[in-house]
């Protein structure tokens, strides 16, 4: 729901009465923020049945040896996407640069350095391809910059704040994730040219007080996915900031980590922050899915449809030591094509088909 600070607690009460009102007459749970926002729970469980798993292989693996020798290399990517020909862009922080690779993970171009100038990025953030050329957010530098099909600077904005991450509409709002611990509104819709046309978006209550790291994605209909790396909770926003679907996953590993979660941080000494163990690493989402990363005793890609319900889980049984965070699924062929960003042992992007 978009925010309106001067009527928020004068619909309080009414809010919650609503909610209870709802959770009787749909069998939905619903629940309360600390703010007063409604959202309806819908609890999808995850079936764990061989018969819903399908086991995928590593196939290949990029930046390679090759490209390393032309010093074509990661040293600190945190955030990838790709567009619409499968063109993948890698935002490395350490380097501030942005990286561009083809769906076959050759290099085409890097732009970026470290400074204040056009083109240049202090902590670099997401880069989106969108009609009006590559946008990368430039975290600390509180701006958004766009560039060319040539990766040449086109043109940038300021930002009012510092924003973590950032998704970017078909019309070209830009959807930004406040940094913040203490904000009430997760997000701010910016328009094309700079402007913050409202703010929305709150956290599951358990949240309220920790840590609000989420991950943005782009529906078919312009719809905004936000997966939160501490709950395994899915929200659904309108392009205007209405909260259309909230999906809490009912998969044993994901809560027993939740559970987990919650018992460390009543027993924090002083009220400090316990970070406890990511539940989702990633989300994307495609024409037909959304796709969550969750790393366990193995790598899974859960699977579902659009409206929530559990298609499928793809898994690999990598090292107890492999970390990826970002996650990209390109079809290919009758087949899916799954791209991880690892970010430990190895900075790289490993390629993973269907067995």
Not at 98 to 113: A, C, E, H, S, Y
Not at 250 to 272: F, I, T
Not at 322 to 348: M, S
Request: net charge neutral; hydrophobic share 40%; glycine share 8%.
């Amino acid at each position: 729901m978009i925010s309106n600070p001067e009527s928020r607690s004068s619909h309080q009460v009414g809010l919650v009465a609503i909610s209870i009102i709802f959770a009787l007459i749909s069998g939905t749970a619903a629940s309360v923020t600390a703010f007063g926002q409604v959202m309806a729970v819908t609890k999808v469980n995850v079936i764990s049945a061989p018969s819903q798993g399908k086991e995928i292989k590593l196939q290949r693996f990029f930046p390679t040896e090759d490209d390393e020798a032309k010093e074509v290399f990661l040293t600190q990517a945190q955030y990838m996407s790709s567009d619409a020909s499968g063109r993948i862009y890698v935002s490395d922080v350490k380097a501030n640069e942005v990286l561009f690779f083809d769906k076959d993970g050759r290099f085409v171009r890097r732009i970026g350095r470290t400074g204040q100038g056009p083109g240049e990025f202090n902590l670099v953030g997401r880069a989106l391809m969108t009609s009006r050329g590559l946008a990368v957010l430039d975290r600390s530098n509180n701006r958004i910059q766009y560039f060319d099909d040539r990766g040449r600077f086109a043109d940038s904005f300021k930002l009012a704040q510092s924003y973590g991450d950032m998704a970017i509409g078909s019309d070209g709002t830009v959807f930004a994730f406040s940094s913040r611990y203490d904000t009430n509104e997760m997000i701010s819709a910016i328009s094309a040219e700079g402007k913050v046309e409202s703010s929305f978006g709150l956290p599951p209550q358990d949240l309220n007080k920790g840590p609000k790291i989420c991950w943005p994605a782009i529906g078919p209909r312009d719809e905004l996915y936000v997966a939160f790396f501490f709950y395994p909770l899915i929200q659904v926003y309108s392009p205007k900031g209405d909260l259309l679907s909230c999906f809490e996953i009912d998969y044993r590993p994901m809560q027993e980590k939740l559970s987990k979660n919650k018992a460390q941080s009543k027993v924090a000494p002083g009220g400090a922050r316990v970070i406890g163990e990511s539940i989702i690493e990633a989300i994307f989402v495609d024409d037909n899915s959304f796709y969550l990363l969750y790393r366990g005793k193995r790598i899974e890609i859960l699977e579902f449809k659009l409206d929530g319900t559990f298609v499928k889980t793809f898994w690999t049984a990598q090292a107890p030591d492999y970390y990826p965070r970002g996650l990209i699924v390109l079809p290919d062929g009758g087949r899916k094509t799954f791209y991880l960003l690892q970010a430990f042992p190895e900075n790289r992007i490993d390629v993973f088909a269907e067995k």
